[in-house]
């Protein structure tokens, strides 16, 4: 009997409220309206200077202001923008799962996981001190000198909201959430983690609500550089708007995104008890790592693989099995898709190697070519989607695809949305590091 036979209403785990803040958009309707119109959020980088860098452009979030989603910003007058961000996309997922009308039993079984990156650096002063600090006859930083301008050119609480701790710490607070708290950040992977480990502890009984989700920025001097200097980001010099082409022939990297995604996971039991409406239910949950490079993925997909079969066999699915009207039993795979030239060519292979002779046959795609890569809250972004995909029968597109690549021959839903009957899905997501983890979803059913 496969773990998801024997599950009861307290270890059957389902979502009851999604929220996002991204670069189409700050509400599900307005972001799900632009994927289905393939629109892109790429433009030149309007947060610094990037015109002397290899890559000039990103997706930023345009025209957000957190408090128009805060109770009383004034709490929150620090946050940094991940937080930001964060507070946003948690208090859509609050309010649509009906939290502040239908509250929850206990604050103290409400907990919080999140797979949130650090804050922004204070490059300006930052760099002037470190500048003004060098001693150049003795070739090193002068340590007091730099300690006495870091102390009046650097703010405390903008240090602090570097913590990546401290978007939780945002969403504790302004909600009253004191259950268990954990922040993971293993890096593109990270808002997956979270989902599937705060699965993990609402079936366990450790809480009876989980708010989870990611939130992350890296449009800044340091995280453009940090990538451009590993050639992982595109440096197209045509429309920005058609520079991430995943598994397409002319990929040549990703495109920097940001934002939050976040969602209200809760126990089958506790979610009727308060009278809240189920809109998906989590039945798969799968980590794994390579063992391999810390910026290579292995190159035969074993450990994508691994992240997915085991989602797979938690939620009782034959990857090889295919339902009474002839389809594979699982309907969609959102694609980690980077755009990368490694990661499209592996991901295909480690779905090949987990599906066999359905893997044609399942759809995939990767809204990452019209929303950037949103780094550690990539995964909950695109959980969301593929809940979305659900509720509406439609499949996002992967868009830029125009020439196909010989090692990247699956079915991944090219230029324009797809009518479909969705049920069940996986979200993959995939780490620097080695670190790969696969949430499976699907319709909920009583």
Not at 8 to 26: A, C, E, N, Y
Request: proline share 5%; with cysteine.
């Amino acid at each position: 009997m496969s773990q998801r036979a024997d599950r009861t209403p307290r270890d059957r785990v389902v979502v009851s409220g999604m929220g996002w803040i991204t670069p189409l958009g700050h509400d599900l309707e307005t972001v799900w309206g632009a994927l289905m119109r393939g629109e892109s959020g790429m433009a030149p980088i309007t947060r610094f200077d990037a015109r002397t860098f290899p890559t000039t452009f990103a997706s930023e979030v345009k025209s957000f202001d957190a408090r128009a989603f805060m109770k009383d910003a004034s709490i929150h007058a620090t946050a940094g923008i991940n937080s930001q961000f964060a507070l946003g996309a948690a208090a859509q997922a609050w309010k649509q799962a009906a939290l502040d009308v239908k509250p929850a039993r206990n604050m103290r079984r409400v907990g919080i996981y999140l797979g949130a990156g650090e804050g922004v650096i204070d490059t300006p002063n930052y760099l002037a001190a470190n500048l003004k600090a060098w001693d150049a006859a003795a070739g090193k930083t002068d340590g007091a000198v730099w300690a006495k301008l870091g102390h009046s050119l650097l703010n405390a609480a903008r240090e602090i909201e570097q913590e990546p701790n401290m978007p939780l710490a945002h969403i504790a607070r302004e909600f009253g959430a004191r259950g268990p708290a954990y922040n993971c950040l293993t890096a593109c992977a990270a808002s997956t983690q979270a989902l599937g480990e705060a699965t993990s502890i609402l079936r366990g009984g450790e809480a009876d609500v989980m708010i989870a989700g990611g939130a992350h920025t890296m449009i800044h001097v340091l995280g453009v550089t940090g990538f451009n200097r590993l050639t992982a980001l595109s440096t197209s010099t045509g429309d920005p708007r058609t520079a991430s082409r995943p598994f397409d022939l002319g990929r040549g990297g990703f495109v920097m995104g940001e934002g939050a995604g976040m969602v209200i996971l809760e126990t089958l039991e506790h979610a009727l008890a308060r009278g809240a409406t189920p809109l998906a239910e989590v039945i798969g949950f799968g980590s794994s790592a390579d063992s391999y490079r810390i910026t290579d993925i292995e190159p035969t997909g074993r450990g994508a693989a691994a992240a997915m079969l085991q989602a797979l066999a938690q939620a009782g699915i034959d990857p090889h099995a295919r339902g009474a009207d002839g389809r594979p039993l699982v309907d969609y795979i959102s694609a980690h898709g980077t755009g990368t030239k490694e990661n499209d060519s592996i991901e295909t292979l480690a779905v090949k190697r987990v599906f066999g002779e359905l893997a044609k046959d399942i759809p995939m795609s990767s809204v990452k070519s019209m929303l950037g890569h949103l780094i550690a809250a990539a995964g909950a972004v695109e959980f969301i989607t593929c809940v979305m995909a659900i509720h509406r029968g439609m499949l996002p597109p992967t868009i830029n695809y125009t020439t196909p690549d010989p090692e990247c021959d699956l079915d991944y839903v090219a230029n324009t949305p797809r009518a479909a009957r969705v049920r069940t899905c996986l979200s993959n997501s995939f780490g620097f590091g080695g670190q790969n983890d696969t949430v499976c979803v699907t319709a909920f059913e009583s």
